[in-house]
T-cell receptor, first 113, second 110 residues
Framework: DADVTQTPRNRITKTGKRIMLECSQTKGHDRMYWYRQDPGLGLRLIYYSFDVKDINKGEISDGYSVSRQAQAKFSLSLESAIPNQTALYFC????????????FGSGTRLTVV | KQEVTQIPAALSVPEGENLVLNCSFTDSAIYNLQWFRQDPGKGLTSLLL?????REQTSGRLNASLDKSSGRSTLYIAASQPGDSATYLCAAYGNNRLAFGKGNQVVVIP
């Protein structure tokens, strides 16, 4: 099984719908992250969490919310999806010091029509 | 804010040639620098991590160097193979953030 699992792998949704992307990890890491990747823009940080009670906004948090349900689970929600949120979304983890290597999930390809 | 730049954005090389990928970053106060590989539509695979106290890391045909003072890292891939075709991402870690470059898209021509 993958260390970082994202569900769903692909999703097509309509404008205005609420959607949740889920991430679970077996690395035992405290820190979890959500990134989005757009062609020509690279990866940008949406939200990050250093432990269950710690949630922080990243570069581009507007239009998104997150929930850290447990050490191993970190979900990303789009309350009202819009077409410019079409992107490849990645969940990642790192150790508690944050200076070790990051482990990324396989990504969720989200299309908003 | 850390800015990471990768040049060239895309390159093609014949099989067997050595690959040299460049990464520069604006803030030298980093803890480490990582190189990732990404295949089309796939996730990121960590290739090499260089701690700030190190000058280079090697794994098989891959070698990455780090010069913090000049804000540069270079990834060398020796004797390239068609299976090396992918996008290579450089990421600098500092201030609890991992800042990514936009990647070097590599095609190795058989």
């Amino acid at each position: 099984d993958a260390d970082v699992t994202q569900t769903p792998r692909n999703r097509i949704t309509k404008t205005g719908k609420r959607i949740m992307l889920e991430c679970s990890q077996t690395k035992g890491h405290d820190r979890m992250y959500w990134y989005r990747q757009d062609p020509g823009l690279g990866l940008r940080l949406i939200y990050y969490s250093f432990d269950v009670k710690d949630i922080n906004k990243g570069e581009i948090s507007d239009g998104y919310s997150v929930s850290r349900q447990a050490q191993a689970k970190f979900s990303l929600s789009l309350e009202s999806a819009i077409p410019n949120q079409t992107a490849l979304y990645f969940c990642a983890t790192s150790d508690s010091l944050g200076i070790g290597s990051y482990t990324f999930g396989s990504g969720t390809r989200l299309t908003v029509v | 804010k850390q800015e990471v730049t990768q040049i060239p954005a895309a390159l093609s090389v014949p099989e067997g040639e050595n690959l040299v990928l460049n990464c520069s970053f604006t803030d030298s106060a980093i803890y480490n620098l990582q190189w990732f590989r990404q295949d089309p539509g796939k996730g990121l695979t960590s290739l090499l991590l260089i701690q700030s106290s190190q000058r280079e890391q090697t794994s098989g045909r891959l070698n990455a160097s780090l010069d913090k003072s000049s804000g540069r890292s270079t990834l060398y891939i020796a004797a390239s193979q068609p299976g090396d075709s992918a996008t290579y991402l450089c990421a600098a870690y500092g201030n609890n953030r991992l800042a990514f470059g936009k990647g070097n898209q590599v095609v190795v021509i058989p």
